[in-house]
């Protein structure tokens, strides 16, 4: 009887390894996304972003991770953790799976709509996340650019919820983490879910 499964996914996580996949069409039109969506940022951000994504010395795993909506971030602790596990584990074996140095991730955000856009994006007490704990990875981020999906949002979260509610505008906030914060940041996750 599938009602009496205890298997229910709430959320899942997974590494994309850019640099091993290098070549591949998804590697490829990943990479290709990302810096066209960094089309407004400053000159010497697209050109570092660039470099750092087509160095084969020092990997980047593009970092999926989801979780339904109403899930409470308490599952992005355990799903983070185990993904490290996973990850030490590979090392340990040599399984095939480069270690990454740096970490790609897109994040859900939004800002006010009313707020007139700065250069270089929202400021970061301006930005809201949809995944509250996705915010410790911007805190630790070497490169970060924000996009506005304003025009291919179906989603109620960026509207109004009720008439005081401020209207919102949706982005893509990407992010590039170096792999050496990550311990920092599981510390930050497990102080913000322990109050």
Same mark, same amino acid.
């Given at each position: 009887?599938?009602?009496?499964?205890?298997?229910? $996914?709430?959320? +899942? %996580?997974?590494?994309?390894?850019? #640099?091993?996949?290098?070549?591949?069409?998804?590697?490829?039109?990943?990479?290709?996304?990302? /810096?066209?969506?960094?089309?407004?940022?400053?000159? *010497?951000? &697209?050109?570092?972003?660039?470099?750092? @994504?087509?160095?084969?010395?020092?990997? &980047?795993?593009?970092?999926?991770? =989801?979780?339904?909506?109403?899930?409470?971030?308490?599952?992005? @602790?355990?799903?983070?953790?185990?993904?490290?596990?996973?990850? =030490? =584990? #590979?090392?340990?074996?040599?399984?095939? *799976?480069?270690?990454?140095?740096?970490?790609?991730? %897109? !994040?859900?955000?939004?800002?006010?709509? !009313?707020?007139?856009?700065?250069?270089?994006?929202?400021?970061?007490?301006?930005?809201?996340?949809?995944?509250?704990?996705? =915010? +410790?990875?911007?805190?630790?981020?070497?490169?970060?650019?924000?996009? !506005? $999906?304003?025009?291919?949002?179906?989603?109620? @979260?960026?509207?109004?919820?009720?008439?005081?509610? $401020?209207?919102?505008?949706?982005?893509? #906030? $990407?992010?590039? %983490?170096?792999?050496?914060? %990550?311990?920092?940041?599981?510390?930050?996750?497990?102080?913000? /879910?322990?109050?």
């Amino acid at each position: 009887d599938d009602d009496d499964d205890d298997d229910h $996914v709430f959320g +899942f %996580i997974s590494l994309f390894n850019l #640099t091993e996949r290098k070549g591949t069409p998804c590697a490829e039109q990943i990479k290709e996304l990302i /810096l066209s969506k960094c089309e407004n940022c400053e000159e *010497c951000v &697209v050109e570092q972003l660039d470099k750092l @994504l087509n160095d084969n010395s020092k990997p &980047v795993g593009f970092l999926l991770s =989801e979780r339904f909506i109403n899930v409470p971030a308490q599952i992005a @602790l355990p799903m983070h953790q185990q993904l490290q596990k996973e990850l =030490e =584990e #590979t090392q340990r074996t040599n399984k095939p *799976c480069e270690k990454c140095y740096y970490y790609l991730m %897109i !994040s859900k955000t939004f800002e006010e709509a !009313s707020k007139k856009p700065c250069h270089g994006g929202p400021q970061p007490k301006d930005l809201m996340f949809a995944n509250a704990e996705e =915010e +410790f990875f911007y805190e630790k981020a070497l490169l970060k650019f924000n996009y !506005s $999906v304003h025009k291919e949002s179906d989603t109620c @979260l960026g509207g109004q919820w009720s008439f005081d509610d $401020v209207p919102m505008k949706p982005l893509r #906030t $990407v992010m590039l %983490i170096p792999a050496g914060q %990550i311990n920092a940041i599981m510390d930050k996750l497990k102080e913000y /879910l322990s109050v």
